[in-house]
């Protein structure tokens, strides 16, 4: 498999793309890079329904840019202080200067009529590149949630991309969520986002199912070498599973399969009920009984 391709991660907020994309970064070939908002936010004012002159372009994308790289090279995140990970909660070794240069190159060549899906997979692919230059690494995996949501536009962009889809129990990921300031506040509504993640993910993979993985947040957790070898096998990658996991663990970092059905500590019956009610289906579907 060529170097080139395009690795995102991507699901439903909570569902282990943190871990997924930490253990990946273990690799000596893959170079993880997260959190990346700033991907899907230009990439809406590029090719979303609202009409922007170049004028106004040049300035919103300046703005988000300006905006998301102030803080680098440690942008705010939310994860909790029991939440360790060998990364860290976000990987990204690019640098203020580096990406705004890089976004002037973009809004330059779109002043200069060069098609816009082009010059927007050059501008991303310059920046990750240099992350894994930095990193030392010849490949790069890109991790933000909110993929899962984007897949059509991410594969319109990056033909032949690879997008592994992290999935977990539903009713763990809404009760995780809901303790998040940016999470559903609601069960009901906390099922139904659950479910409406987890389904544009399952459709695209339906459709490309060459570009689609998806690894299950309790596999990884019961079995970590098997499950990750499973990804790093799709990816064209080999590797000795067993010394990644166990240069893994250490420290305050560690994989926890006590984790696994929290909900059952938590839920009422009526809380079941509820999610059931919305979600069933789909937990059904990934045979979360």
């Not at 300046?62 to 909790?80: E, G, V």
């Not at 991309?161 to 809404?174: E, L, P, V």
Request: glycine share 8%; hydrophobic share 40%.
């Amino acid at each position: 498999m060529e170097s080139t391709i395009p690795i995102f991660i991507g699901g439903a907020g909570r569902s282990g793309t943190t871990l997924v994309v930490d253990m990946l970064g273990l690799h000596p070939a893959l170079s993880p890079i997260y959190e990346t908002a700033f991907v899907l936010e230009i990439a809406h004012l590029l090719f979303g329904i609202r009409p922007l002159t170049l004028e106004q372009m040049r300035l919103e994308v300046t703005n988000c840019m300006d905006k998301w790289t102030l803080p680098l090279p440690f942008p705010p995140h939310n994860k909790r202080p029991y939440e360790q990970f060998r990364h860290g909660p976000h990987y990204i070794l690019f640098d203020r200067p580096f990406a705004m240069q890089k976004t002037v190159e973009l809004l330059d060549r779109l002043a200069a009529g060069h098609d816009r899906v082009e010059s927007f997979r050059a501008f991303v692919l310059a920046l990750f590149e240099e992350h894994a230059r930095r990193d030392g690494k010849p490949r790069w995996v890109n991790k933000t949630p909110a993929y899962v949501l984007q897949l059509p536009l991410i594969g319109r962009i990056f033909p032949g991309m690879r997008f592994i889809h992290c999935i977990r129990d539903g009713r763990d990921t809404a009760r995780s969520a809901m303790t998040r300031n940016w999470g559903p506040r609601d069960l009901k509504d906390a099922a139904a986002w659950w479910v409406n993640r987890v389904r544009q993910g399952v459709e695209y993979g339906r459709l490309h199912p060459e570009q689609y993985f998806e690894v299950r947040f309790e596999d990884l957790l019961l079995e970590p070498e098997k499950t990750l070898g499973g990804v790093l096998a799709w990816l064209g990658e080999n590797a000795d599973t067993a010394d990644i996991v166990h240069k893994y663990q250490g420290g305050s970092v560690r994989i926890d399969p006590s984790r696994i059905g929290d909900w059952r500590r938590t839920f009422s019956d009526n809380d079941r009920r509820t999610f059931q009610d919305v979600a069933g289906e789909m937990l059904a579907h990934f045979g979360y009984q």
